[in-house]
């Protein structure tokens, strides 16, 4: 069973700084790519950044240059640096990996930036 458990939401003041962990459980976490969504209340989930197993980053255009995906194979952990945040940045983001044509998705992290 594959587990996804975000951490690292809270509430930031604009232009402040935060970094969300995915720790990631169940199968061999460098064999997979793995990607962090985020959803606004009322709105369908959208792509925030994505990572393949070789390290390959691919970002939405509105968070490239602000956010930065990376991976720690050795700790079964993604990440997602965020800097420059506003406020409509303020939503739940989550981990996902697509394995064997099944999607898994973490709980979800609140991120609140305020004005």
């Known amino acids: 069973q594959v587990q996804l458990v975000e951490s690292g939401g809270g509430v930031v003041q604009t232009g402040g700084s935060l970094r969300l962990s995915c720790a990631v459980s169940?199968?061999?976490?460098?064999?997979?790519?793995m990607g962090w969504f985020r959803q606004i209340p009322g709105k369908e989930r959208e792509l925030v950044a994505t990572i393949t197993s070789g390290g390959d980053t691919y970002y939405a255009d509105s968070m490239e240059g602000r956010f930065t995906i990376s991976r720690d194979n050795a700790k079964n952990t993604v990440y997602l640096q965020m800097n420059s945040l506003k406020p409509e940045d303020t939503a739940v983001y989550y981990c996902?990996?697509?394995?064997?044509?099944?999607?898994?998705w973490g709980q979800g992290t609140q991120v609140t930036v305020s004005s």
């Open positions: 169940g199968r061999t976490f460098s064999n997979y790519a």
């Open positions: 996902n990996t697509f394995i064997s044509s099944t999607d898994y």
